[in-house]
């Protein structure tokens, strides 16, 4: 227990002066601190600190108004059919639908949005419709989230192959020269590349230009951008790849339950869903055995759609443009680099360093996403989960682990595959806990803070000083 957190008034308001004049652009944001005032006092009444942006958004009290005065003002059907209230339905739905393509800036409208229940759903869409057979590759970067990783089962009941390719271990980029390699060189019909455009376990951006140079050899994009929209313009006018994932409640934090695929339509004649639903088919019959998929979107959504929330997407969208971009930016990057400054700059009396940085400390290449290890003052790790329970103590949510990222957590501690094997060779289905018993001595895990839209100093300013309770211990 690193013990009770006592803030001065003085010296935090002292820091932040220092701060204000460090970061001049935070100065342009101080409406969010008004903001935070008006739509989220439930924040502060309940005196949390939330870093945990890339887990979940937090959404506005006025996003949850807006939304239950569209339900309670007027009555909604199941949409698709003629009756006055499923066209209601519909229009809503399709509206939203549109305001995501523009939201994306799909400009000549070459997309459809699919809508899902998460980010997770879209990416099993495309797991079970891609032609997987002896003429088809996928490729995905060791960086991914544990649902891009997933796609790799729907593979292996198939004659194709998969590969992943290399992350540097110190930076945590893509190894640039590896995947060349194989970009140009795998030579099949299908071929997809899976690459997230934000980690959401270091946080580093990966380059958004490899979707063109994975397009001059040929093969189809999936970006995984649920870490990377909340903070971040994917504009779809530049940046075209096949496939994109998204959760809205990553966005603006309401409603969970809905993200979106983001389809090319090019890509369309190659996908083959294995089943059909109610609401997927232009035709089915039962006597004759077959069916027709629907056109577009309408094939990718299985039975009702989430009818009563997808308009929210659309509030939601607005809400963000209204605040615009650029401020949510100099806001979140302003406090993640004072964060990332001060936790580099913590030393033990050893003359060890505090923190071990996973990832670049480039700060213009990763997101407001800052990953770490917490070291004591003989250079031990200390334990994540541990560092987690003394950060709950003092209301602190942020995370701890490998955040469903095996593959970045893997890289980072230099994890061999000699190491991890043997764990799933013993036939026991191991629980979680006793996974990271056996992995401890192995793996570094790590502990990740995030910033987003309605962070404010006083959050970077108390997560510093309980970090720096873990000083010459
Ligand atoms: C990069 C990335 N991809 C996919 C997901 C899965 O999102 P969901 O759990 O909303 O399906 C997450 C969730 O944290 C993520 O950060």
Known sequence: MPGTLSIDVTSIEEAYQEFLSEYPEYNTTLSLDELRANEFSRIDKNGHTYLDFVGSNLYPASLVKEHQEYLLNNVYGNPHSINPTSSLATKYC?????????????????????????????????????????????????????????????????????????????????????????LSSVDKKNKLFAFPAQSNFSGVKHDLGLID???????????????????????????????????FYKMFGYPTGIGCLMMKKTVLSKLKRPWFAGGT??????????????DNEVGFEDGTINFLNIPAVEMGLKYLEGLGLKKIQDRVFSLARWTLNELLSLKHDSGVSLIHLLGTSDMSKRGATITFNVRSKDGEMVFYEDVEKDAMTMNISLRAGCFCNPGADEAASNLTIEALRPIFETGEKLSYARFIEQVKKFTRGAVRVSFGHISNFNDAYKFVSFIKTYLNR
């Not at 549109?98 to 939201?103: A, P, Q």
């Not at 189809?220 to 994932?245: H, I, Q, R």
């Not at 088919?281 to 629907?294: R, T």
């Open 94 to 182: 399709e509206q939203a639908r549109n305001y995501v393509k523009k939201y994306f800036n799909d400009i000549d409208d070459e997309y459809v949005v699919v809508f899902t229940m998460n980010a997770s759903g879209a990416l099993k869409l495309v797991g079970e419709s891609y032609p997987f057979n002896d003429d088809s590759y996928f490729l995905l970067t060791a960086d991914n989230h544990n649902s891009v990783n997933g796609i790799r089962e729907f593979v292996r009941n198939t004659k194709a192959s998969f590969a992943y390719t290399d992350i540097d271990q110190d930076t945590l980029f893509i190894e640039q020269d590896k995947l060349n390699n194989v």
């Open 213 to 247: 140079k994975a397009h001059e050899y040929g093969w189809d994009v999936l970006l995984d951008a649920a870490a990377f929209v909340p903070t971040g313009k994917l504009d779809l006018s530049v940046y075209k790849p096949e496939f994109v994932s998204v959760s």
């Open 281 to 294: 088919i232009a035709i089915a019959s039962v006597k004759a055995d077959d069916h027709y998929m629907a």
